[in-house]
């Protein structure tokens, strides 16, 4: 019971810092909002790992670490824009699609799939597709493609490949892999912003915004990680997987957004497809 309610605290929080950041790339740069929010939990992991006095592990696992930043900082990238232009009632359920590419790739190595991943795989594709139809409006012809399905997809794949690059790093210790991780991503977007140059200009409620982002986001980290050791990874890793359900219900009472029927099943169909993968 214990690990449960980790995992869901984990998934609210994911949910809530996704939510957050769709809303405040709306307003301000991305490299912006990535560089604070992930200075923030930099500061945050840090303080855990000296509290924690454990040695560092060996160097090839802070190469894995490493790769899993520059993943993961192209997967939040590309989700805070998609959230910004999209209806994050689509956009988020297709970036949780993302656990299909830890799965291919232990299939890849050898690993076979159960029935219920295979299952999952096929109800997770078709509901990504039918949540990406957009009905077209006025007298425009036939359906669309929804705005954000091609930044939620190319999220998925980022977050993908953190999942499996991250997994790797884990295995030396899971707060030295955070930690190297998060050097990595703000280094990376450290250089992005000298490099593009995008505007920085962030106003006293916003940067308390973009602290919340970081703050939510090494929080669900952190109890997803105690979840793991508590209870079974793979009933821990289905209950954290519904995050993308937070940010929809934040967007529908907040916003007030609404998608059609339709993209509506197929957002559920999707997210029942992760669950099935996760599960498996």
Wanted: glycine share 10%; hydrophobic share 60%.
């Amino acid at each position: 019971m214990l690990a449960v309610a980790l995992a869901l605290a984990s998934s609210v929080a994911w949910g809530i810092s996704d939510f957050i950041g769709g809303l405040k790339s709306r307003r301000l740069a991305v490299p912006a909002v990535l560089l604070v929010s992930q200075a923030t939990g930099l500061a945050l992991v840090a303080t855990i790992v000296l509290a924690r006095s454990t040695p560092a592990p060996g160097a090839e696992f802070a190469v894995y670490a490493a790769l899993s930043a520059l993943a993961g900082i192209g997967g939040l990238a590309a989700l805070y824009r998609g959230l910004a232009v999209g209806a994050m009632s689509v956009v988020a359920p297709i970036s949780a699609t993302a656990v299909i590419v830890p799965v291919a790739v232990g299939t890849a190595t050898g690993d076979r799939l159960s029935a219920a991943q295979i299952a999952g795989i096929a109800v997770a594709v078709g509901g990504v597709m039918l949540a990406a139809r957009e009905p077209a409006h006025g007298r425009e012809p036939g359906d669309r493609i929804a705005a954000g399905t091609g930044l939620a997809l190319l999220a998925a794949l980022g977050f993908g490949c953190f999942f499996v690059a991250m997994d790797a790093a884990s295995d030396g210790d899971v707060f030295w892999a955070i930690l190297v991780n998060r050097i990595t991503g703000v280094a990376l977007l450290a250089l992005t912003v000298l490099a593009l140059r995008p505007s920085l200009a962030v106003g006293g409620a916003d940067l308390a915004a973009l602290v919340a982002i970081g703050v939510f986001d090494i929080s669900a980290n952190t109890l997803f990680a105690i979840a793991s050791t508590k209870g079974l990874v793979s009933l821990v890793s289905v209950v954290s997987a519904l995050y993308p359900v937070v940010a929809v219900i934040l967007a529908r009472v907040i916003l007030k957004e609404r998608i059609a029927p339709p993209q509506q099943a197929g957002v559920a169909i999707a997210l029942a497809g992760v669950v099935l993968i996760t599960a498996g």
